[in-house]
């Protein structure tokens, strides 16, 4: 029994991603025209630059914007339509971070986008290894490290993590941090013991 509504449908579209690893162009065409059919606007990535590359974690970003709820259902439709999922289009997203509408990629434009995607999709293979029994901890730990450190990575990659396997990452946006340290709701053992994570997580060891 999955918690969310939206797990399924997430969990399908994360293993669809993967056949994109090599084709970043025709995943980035899918990805505008989800949205042209849609009706919700593509944005731009940062005030400058146009987007040419794409990486999977900022498919689900734009996915997973501060969208009224009928536009977040008719983009996910589309989605499902671009990319052959089967699981059913959720239309209950409670438990879902959202990211900020100004920044739906998790690189920046640019010169060196095509390096920050590559690193991107690198920490999204690894992930899914992990959560396949495919890689261990160690591998995923490192990798993690190093991803969280690149520009526009930092606590946004615990949200993405999260979003293509909810039961197994934990989601350590700001918005959760300050539930779990600071509304007194978790006992002091608790919060003293994973205090390490409670400004994000630059360590994959800390985090996993």
Not at 108 to 117: H, I, L, S, V
Request: net charge negative; aromatic share 14%; charged share 25%.
């Amino acid at each position: 029994m999955r918690k969310f509504e939206w797990q399924a449908f997430y969990e399908e579209l994360a293993d669809k991603l993967l056949a994109y690893r090599e084709d970043h162009c025709t995943l980035l065409e899918k990805v505008v025209r989800a949205h042209q059919v849609a009706g919700v606007n593509f944005p731009k990535n940062g005030k400058a630059w146009t987007v040419d590359d794409i990486d999977p974690f900022s498919v689900f970003a734009l996915l997973n914007r501060n969208l009224k709820v009928e536009k977040k259902i008719a983009l996910q439709r589309a989605v499902r339509d671009e990319f052959g999922v089967e699981a059913a289009v959720p239309t209950d997203f409670s438990g879902i971070p959202h990211a900020d509408n100004r920044k739906a990629f998790l690189f920046p434009g640019g010169p060196r986008a095509g390096e920050y995607a590559a690193g991107l999709w690198r920490m999204f293979e690894t992930a899914l290894a992990y959560a396949d029994g495919k890689c261990d901890g160690g591998e995923f730990c490192a990798r993690y490290t190093q991803t969280e450190k690149q520009h526009g990575v930092n606590r946004n990659l615990t949200m993405g993590l999260f979003w293509i396997r909810p039961e197994l990452f934990v989601n350590l946006d700001h918005c959760n941090t300050q539930f779990i340290f600071g509304s007194g709701e978790f006992a002091s053992d608790f919060t003293e013991k994973y205090s390490s994570v409670a400004d994000g997580c630059s360590d994959g060891v800390a985090y996993l």
